[in-house]
Every structure is written in C-alpha cells, then in structure tokens.
C-alpha cells in the first residue's frame, strides 16, 4: 500500500506561536518529528503541509513540503488539500508537536488501513491525573476494536466503583487514552472533509466525531506508547530531559 506520513504544521497558535521553529535540544521542534517519522517503515514520504514559509523553509531542508491554504478548520482538511493532489492510496496524520513519536505506532496505524478506513492509537491511562483531565481524549471501543465514541469526559462510567479512588477504578477497568495520530484511506478521508462539522464534533472539539457521525468507522490499536507533546514553552524543558536520556537525542 502507498501511503504517506503527512505532518499538519502552523505558525500561528495562542498558546504557543511559532511551536515547529522552536529548538529542542538543538533541532527545531519540525525536524525531530521528520526525523522520527522518517524511522516509520510503513511511509513511503514524509510531507510536511504547511501554510507558512518560515516553517517551510526549515522543513524542505528535511522533506518535502506542500503549501496549503491557511484558512482549514483542522489538521485532517489540511491534509486532505494535500492527499487530493498527491498520488497514494492513503495517509498516516501525525502530529507536528510529539518530537518523540514512536515510528513502531506509526506503523501500526498504517497496517491498521489494511482493513479499516480509518485507524488510530489509544494506550490505557497510568497517571491518574489524566482521569479527569478534559485535554485528555478517551476513548470506548467495540469488541473488534472499533472506536464507538471519544470524549473530553472520562467514559465509560464505572458504577461499581464510582466511590473508589481514581487508582482503583483504573485497576478495575482499562481507561483509554486516545493519541492524536490518524489513518485515513486516502477516499475516506476526501469524503469525510467534505462533511460539515458536526454536532458532536462542535460540542466536544473533536474531529474524529466527523467520522463517526457520517458512518465512517475508526479501527482502534492499543499501544503501549504515551504520547509527550509540545503544547506550551514550559514543555520544551520536559522533552529535553527525556532526549537526554535517549540514545537517540
């Protein structure tokens, strides 16, 4: 299957402008994740889809870029301005702020395509700080492993143990926590853009519910990896401390 890694990418964002450019640990923030993506065996290309020629001028010294307009609503229209003129047969979304992306997950959620339209990540919740955190997205899945809903909000509820510590009601019951990776066959995801927002999707500011609206099912795979993401500068000295102790920093 041809399928390309596409990394959504912009300058603009309230909580943290110019995020890709910034360094850690020596390398743009745009570059590690190129980087790590082009450790994937499953992509035949890394793309970056960008907006911005500040970020465009990093990352074409790394990958191929692809202008896009600047006025898309999410990662996924952006992406999908650039499957559309893009021969392949479908595109892994990764995201442009996980400088420590495992290329192992990477390839899951491509294989994942093989029988789905659409493919994600989810890895059970350890920290029970996450329990209740609204920018924590769980997720419940089907026996076979399709999503059956996202939400900001911890589902499902466990009734029998609703009285319990957050440590124990974790023990009693697997809590998923949804990284923001996709897969999308490349007909899917053209067909999805085309929808208009809908209204699960503007209650809970998750994308993802688009599809699950408008029939398009997500295939589900449980990782072991936890996503560490670049959300506001106080970050940056996180990841740093984890690349130091990386043989890959």
Known sequence: MNILGIIP???ASSRFPGKPLHPIAGKSLIQRVIERCQLARSLREVIVATDDERIAG???????????????????????EVA???PCDAVVNIQGDEPLIDP???DVVATALVGAEMSTAATP??????YDN????????????????????TIPFLRDYAGQPVAAQLAAFPILK????????????????????????QAERLEQLRALENGIPIAVVRVDYDSVGVDV???????ERLLAGSPQA
């Open 58 to 80: 990093v990352a074409r010294k790394f990958c191929r870029v692809e202008m896009t307009r600047a006025d898309h609503p999410s990662g996924s229209d952006r992406i999908a």
């Open 178 to 201: 949804h990284l923001g990776i996709y897969g999308y066959r490349r007909d899917a995801l053209l067909r999805l853009v085309k929808f208009p927002q809908s209204p699960l999707e």
């Open 104 to 106: 192992a997950v990477i």
């Open 9 to 11: 990418a912009r300058f």
């Open 233 to 239: 500068p106080a970050d940056v000295e996180r990841v």
């Open 125 to 130: 919740i350890k920290n029970t700080e996450e």
């Open 134 to 153: 609204p920018n924590v997205v769980k997720v419940v899945t089907s026996v076979a492993g399709r999503a059956l809903y996202f939400s900001r909000r």
């Open 84 to 86: 559309a003129r893009c």
